[in-house]
């Protein structure tokens, strides 16, 4: 359509047939019209997708980009000439799909999930009230119940939200801890000096949350780590002294549920135990919150009740030995007063999808604006009114259902196996990296709770390749450049379709004892189509880029410009 179709639309007529193409009808008859505009959004999406782990930005040089313009046009465009755009829009992203892609933590969504959030989200139910929402807020109380008797909660007293991601989970928890801390703080304002202690490898939202919440980010206290990443408890309790010790009010303490880096989880029921202690120690009248950020570990409660001895899902021994260490851990995640879970991350959902569930449903009667005691009711969905106490007023009750039934269509022992799978291919690659690679290339945290795998990279004939002194700061950051230098050259520079491959970095794979950051390149897959043989091409493309860039290394030209970032 054009600028004078758009005046026609004054025709009734033509009114019609255009709100028909764009419209569900009250009988829901042209769902059809919405079938087939998928089927072309997909067929343009995938046609032109390229062979390798990035969505292409060549090949359509005859044709002006959409890209960067920002003109709503007057007229309407036609859907079919709006979605023929995607492929502009989609230059340059990731391709979740694709097997040589090993980036981050990024599922693939499931079907069934997508299917749900459109069929659900054609009727707008707003999870703000069960008024409007109905029956899919049900969707929330029963996934709520689902998390909480997978860390072994009492679902009858838990309850759990669903929220825009980690990031909020976590500003969810600090938030509750200040409302125990200082329960008129809503009205009053926070005091100065209320704290929260966490650990080195921590999220970075966690320090965000203490600047949005008006904490501050010099009272977000980090605690040091160990080599694996899991907290020093000494040292968190050392910190968690300090606080008590100045007089301050202690809020939260965030104890790590799986890291971004390595997966470490940290024991909880030591972290409890150390709380309880300083209550009565310093005689405090509240009682600090424990939260477990669990965002990307969560997933992997689904283990908790499987049988490592049985192993029916045929688990190679490092992977049954992995599972089993993580599960020690993660059962005492029961003692956090509250965990959060990212389904877009290991619950293989689309983004936005994540939940934070309390030990005690109460919990979330403290955070509610309208200063009312009631205590929220989790376990009547007639009178569930959630949007008393969440942050969000309009919530999609729509990926609340998608969530739930995309979770029920794995099944705990779907999960298992997307699991397992992926902590399978990882090990492979280990096996790819000591047979070819190294020791120019070495997988450096052989404790891994996870399917990472962190790559720290030497200059050829290196001395540091054979057996790195991570006690050696200077040798540290040198290696620390040179792994940098690798990476961004890797994605700078512009390979053919068959050598590409993608991947991150980490800033810190781990800390060493003088608290300097490790860098590596980071392999992470959560692809189901992810095997042995990509394990072995990806490793293969990747000492095939690194030869490369060793002719040029120190003269390669990216590693010039970096020198001012650093
Ligand atoms: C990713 C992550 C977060 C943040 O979650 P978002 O869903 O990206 O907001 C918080 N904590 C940990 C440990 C994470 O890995």
Same mark, same amino acid.
């Given at each position: 359509?054009?600028?004078?179709?758009?005046?026609?639309?004054?025709?009734?007529?033509?009114?019609?047939?255009?709100?028909?193409?764009?419209?569900?009808?009250?009988?829901?008859?042209?769902?059809?019209?919405?079938?087939?505009?998928?089927?072309?959004?997909?067929?343009?999406?995938?046609?032109?997708?390229?062979?390798?782990?990035?969505?292409?930005?060549?090949?359509?040089?005859?044709?002006?980009?959409?890209?960067?313009?920002?003109?709503?046009?007057?007229?309407?465009?036609?859907?079919?000439?709006?979605?023929?755009?995607?492929?502009?829009?989609?230059?340059?992203?990731?391709?979740?799909?694709?097997?040589?892609?090993?980036?981050?933590?990024?599922?693939?969504?499931?079907?069934?999930?997508?299917?749900?959030?459109?069929?659900?989200?054609?009727?707008?139910?707003?999870?703000?009230?069960?008024?409007?929402?109905?029956?899919?807020?049900?969707?929330?109380?029963?996934?709520?119940?689902?998390?909480?008797?997978?860390?072994?909660?009492?679902?009858?007293?838990?309850?759990?939200?669903?929220?825009?991601?980690?990031?909020?989970?976590?500003?969810?928890?600090?938030?509750?801890?200040?409302?125990?801390?200082?329960?008129?703080?809503?009205?009053?304002?926070?005091?100065?000096?209320?704290?929260?202690?966490?650990?080195?490898?921590?999220?970075?939202?966690?320090?965000?949350?203490?600047?949005?919440?008006?904490?501050?980010?010099?009272?977000?206290?980090?605690?040091?780590?160990?080599?694996?990443?899991?907290?020093?408890?000494?040292?968190?309790?050392?910190?968690?002294?300090?606080?008590?010790?100045?007089?301050?009010?202690?809020?939260?303490?965030?104890?790590?549920?799986?890291?971004?880096?390595?997966?470490?989880?940290?024991?909880?029921?030591?972290?409890?135990?150390?709380?309880?202690?300083?209550?009565?120690?310093?005689?405090?009248?509240?009682?600090?919150?424990?939260?477990?950020?669990?965002?990307?570990?969560?997933?992997?409660?689904?283990?908790?009740?499987?049988? @490592? +001895? %049985?192993?029916?899902?045929?688990?190679?021994? #490092?992977? $049954?030995?992995? !599972?089993? =260490?993580?599960?020690?851990?993660?059962?005492?995640?029961?003692?956090?007063?509250?965990?959060?879970?990212?389904?877009?991350?290991?619950?293989?959902?689309?983004?936005?999808?994540?939940?934070?569930?309390?030990?005690?449903?109460?919990?979330?009667?403290?955070?509610?604006?309208?200063?009312?005691?009631?205590?929220?009711?989790?376990?009547?969905?007639?009178?569930?009114?959630?949007?008393?106490?969440?942050?969000?007023?309009?919530?999609?009750?729509?990926?609340?259902?998608?969530?739930?039934?995309?979770?029920?269509?794995?099944?705990?022992?779907?999960?298992?196996?997307?699991?397992?799978?992926?902590?399978?291919?990882?090990?492979? @690659? +280990? %096996?790819?990296?000591?047979?070819?690679?190294? #020791?120019? $290339?070495?997988? !450096?945290? =052989?404790?891994?709770?996870?399917?990472?795998?962190?790559?720290?990279?030497?200059?050829?004939?290196?001395?540091?390749?054979?057996?790195?002194?991570?006690?050696?700061?200077?040798?540290?950051?040198?290696?620390?450049?040179?792994?940098?230098?690798?990476?961004?050259?890797?994605?700078?520079?512009?390979?053919?379709?068959?050598?590409?491959?993608?991947?991150?970095?980490?800033?810190?794979?781990?800390?060493?004892?003088?608290?300097?950051?490790?860098?590596?390149?980071?392999?992470?897959?959560?692809?189901?189509?992810?095997?042995?043989?990509?394990?072995?091409?990806?490793?293969?493309?990747?000492?095939?880029?690194?030869?490369?860039?060793?002719?040029?290394?120190?003269?390669?030209?990216?590693?010039?410009?970096?020198?001012?970032?650093?």
């Amino acid at each position: 359509m054009t600028t004078e179709s758009a005046e026609s639309t004054e025709d009734p007529d033509h009114f019609r047939h255009w709100r028909n193409g764009l419209f569900l009808r009250p009988d829901g008859g042209n769902a059809d019209a919405l079938v087939e505009l998928i089927r072309r959004a997909l067929a343009e999406a995938l046609s032109h997708q390229g062979a390798g782990p990035v969505y292409p930005r060549r090949g359509h040089a005859d044709e002006r980009s959409p890209v960067g313009e920002g003109h709503l046009p007057e007229g309407p465009v036609a859907p079919e000439t709006a979605l023929g755009q995607l492929r502009w829009w989609l230059a340059g992203a990731v391709k979740v799909h694709h097997p040589l892609f090993a980036k981050n933590i990024v599922p693939p969504p499931s079907f069934v999930n997508l299917a749900a959030l459109c069929a659900v989200s054609l009727f707008m139910p707003n999870g703000v009230t069960g008024e409007d929402a109905g029956d899919t807020l049900s969707a929330e109380l029963s996934c709520a119940r689902a998390m909480a008797r997978l860390a072994g909660y009492d679902p009858d007293r838990a309850g759990g939200l669903f929220t825009f991601g980690g990031t909020a989970t976590n500003l969810y928890a600090i938030n509750v801890g200040i409302s125990k801390a200082q329960p008129d703080h809503a009205e009053r304002g926070i005091e100065p000096g209320i704290s929260v202690v966490g650990s080195w490898p921590a999220h970075y939202s966690h320090k965000s949350a203490c600047a949005w919440l008006g904490i501050g980010t010099q009272n977000y206290v980090a605690a040091a780590s160990l080599p694996d990443q899991t907290t020093d408890l000494d040292s968190m309790e050392a910190a968690c002294r300090d606080v008590l010790a100045r007089g301050h009010r202690l809020a939260c303490i965030m104890g790590a549920g799986g890291t971004t880096s390595n997966m470490a989880v940290d024991d909880f029921t030591e972290i409890a135990a150390m709380r309880d202690r300083l209550t009565a120690e310093y005689r405090l009248d509240y009682t600090p919150h424990v939260h477990a950020d669990t965002v990307i570990g969560w997933a992997y409660l689904c283990f908790l009740d499987y049988d @490592l +001895r %049985r192993n029916s899902l045929g688990f190679s021994p #490092p992977v $049954v030995a992995k !599972i089993a =260490r993580l599960v020690e851990r993660l059962r005492t995640v029961r003692h956090a007063d509250s965990f959060g879970t990212d389904f877009h991350k290991t619950g293989f959902a689309p983004y936005t999808s994540s939940m934070i569930v309390m030990r005690d449903g109460r919990d979330f009667s403290r955070l509610r604006r309208d200063g009312g005691l009631m205590t929220p009711l989790f376990h009547d969905k007639d009178a569930y009114n959630p949007g008393v106490f969440t942050l969000e007023t309009s919530r999609s009750a729509a990926n609340m259902v998608a969530t739930w039934v995309g979770m029920r269509a794995l099944g705990k022992q779907g999960m298992r196996r997307l699991l397992g799978h992926a902590l399978e291919t990882a090990e492979a @690659l +280990r %096996r790819h990296i000591d047979a070819q690679v190294a #020791p120019d $290339v070495t997988a !450096i945290n =052989r404790h891994s709770y996870g399917p990472d795998v962190f790559l720290r990279c030497y200059p050829p004939d290196d001395p540091a390749a054979s057996d790195e002194d991570f006690g050696d700061t200077s040798s540290v950051r040198r290696m620390n450049r040179y792994t940098s230098d690798l990476f961004t050259w890797l994605s700078r520079h512009h390979a053919p379709d068959a050598e590409q491959f993608a991947v991150s970095k980490t800033s810190a794979a781990f800390y060493t004892p003088t608290g300097e950051p490790v860098v590596a390149l980071r392999v992470y897959s959560l692809n189901p189509y992810f095997s042995d043989s990509h394990a072995e091409e990806l490793i293969v493309r990747l000492l095939k880029g690194k030869r490369r860039f060793d002719a040029m290394y120190p003269d390669a030209p990216d590693s010039n410009m970096n020198e001012e970032a650093r």
